[in-house]
């Protein structure tokens, strides 16, 4: 019997595949935007579309069902996802999406650095080693000349 692949590697694809057409569609929706205001646009249909999800899959009852720690947890996700939104947008309009994206991308270091030190996830060599080597990367295409 084939064991199946697990589906997180699919949706984490997924999402890679999806933030890789945010970064160049904001890219060009800032062109003559303030990156703040493109940002804020861009919220409101994050909002509505989620919003609108959760309630076609019949989970707008979970909301009295979500416990006080994960309620200060969420926000404050929510508050760092804003700032890291209002940040990016501001790198993306004054350089190269080809070479804001990857520093940008250095985060990956960080979500591990903080998965260690505050979820206490185990980590292996592997995972320093291919994380080390994605952030070198993406520092050297971010320190590239433009073409």
Not at 34 to 42: G, H, I, K, T, Y
Not at 70 to 79: C, D, E, P, T
Not at 112 to 122: D, G, N, P, Q, S
Not at 123 to 138: D, E, S, W, Y
Request: charged fraction near 10%; glycine fraction near 8%.
């Amino acid at each position: 019997m084939k064991k199946a692949k697990p589906m997180w590697i699919l949706f984490a694809l997924f999402a890679a595949v999806s933030a890789g057409a945010v970064s160049s569609l904001s890219k060009a929706g800032i062109k003559n935007t303030d990156p703040s205001l493109a940002f804020a646009v861009q919220s409101v249909l994050i909002l509505i579309v989620s919003w609108a999800f959760v309630a076609s899959r019949g989970q707008l009852g979970g909301l009295g069902r979500i416990d006080g720690r994960s309620w200060l947890y969420l926000i404050s996700a929510g508050v760092v996802t804003t700032v890291s939104s209002l940040f990016s947008f501001q790198a993306l309009k004054l350089g190269n999406a080809s070479l804001v994206n990857p520093l940008q991308n250095v985060s990956l270091v960080f979500a591990i650095l903080f998965a260690v030190l505050f979820l206490r996830e185990k980590i292996t060599m592997q995972v320093i080693l291919g994380a080390l080597l994605m952030a070198g990367g993406a520092v050297v295409i971010a320190l590239s000349k433009k073409g």
